[in-house]
């Protein structure tokens, strides 16, 4: 079965430092992989996926993740924090047409 | 960007009472969705739609779940005697074909059954 793990709850980092989200797969056959952020009183919204070819993939608002296949990791990345990315964060994973998603990470950005 | 509606945003019911929750997907897509998020859980696929008929469904999704779209606009998610199991935020989604990747989420709708 498609699964994937977001081990942190939470994340904490000053405005114009690196960001990391976590997350870690577990696949049988090619992963299908994605990030979706949530803002406050609104849907997922769609940031970027990982379907094949370079293993770093960049998407929306300065977003980017790298696919690492030994790791069976997908972290999404930033490389200076703004207070406005402060939302709650999920990885997912495609099988077919339903996405499975992990719990959330909850990231805050101080200024 | 269009968008996918949910009414209502909350919604709080008995224990055993029918709740029928309502989202207006985006108007040229054709494939629509249920998820769902248990407080400090992940976010599960309840049921996907097509062409009228449901075109898959979870463990989660048992006798007591049903979804319709009633008209052009609208489709529904009816849960027939809540538990107080159901209590989570659902939310709906759609797409414009079967294998793009790109779900576009409502906003959700907290359902909390006492």
């Known amino acids: 079965a498609q699964s994937v793990a977001q081990p942190e709850d939470q994340v904490n980092v000053a405005e114009g430092n690196p960001l990391t989200v976590k997350c870690t797969y577990s696949?049988?056959?090619?992963?299908?992989l994605f990030w979706y952020v949530q803002y406050p009183n609104r849907g997922l919204q769609f940031l970027l996926k990982y379907i094949t070819g370079d293993n770093l993939v960049k998407g929306s608002y300065g977003f980017e993740a790298e696919f690492n296949k030994s790791q069976t990791s997908f972290h999404l990345k930033k490389p200076s924090a703004l207070v406005s990315d402060s939302a709650l964060y999920f990885c997912?994973?495609?099988?077919?047409?339903?996405?499975?998603f992990g719990s959330g990470t909850k990231l805050n950005v101080k200024p | 960007e269009p968008e996918v509606t949910q009414t209502p945003s909350h919604q709080v019911t008995q224990m055993g009472q029918e709740v029928i929750l309502r989202c207006v997907p985006i108007s040229n897509h054709l494939y629509f969705y249920w998820y769902r998020q248990i407080l400090g859980q992940k976010v599960e696929f309840l049921v996907s739609f097509y062409n009228n008929e449901i075109s898959e469904k979870s463990e989660i999704f048992d006798d007591q779940f049903s979804v319709e779209r009633p008209d052009g606009s609208n489709f529904t998610l009816k849960i027939r005697s809540t538990k107080l199991e159901d209590s989570a935020m659902y939310f709906c989604?759609?797409?414009?074909?079967?294998?793009?990747?790109?779900?576009?989420f409502g906003s959700g709708t907290q359902l909390s059954v006492l």
């Open positions: 997912a994973v495609r099988d077919f047409n339903k996405f499975y």
């Open positions: 696949v049988s056959g090619n992963p299908y």
């Open positions: 989604a759609s797409s414009e074909i079967q294998h793009n990747e790109k779900l576009f």
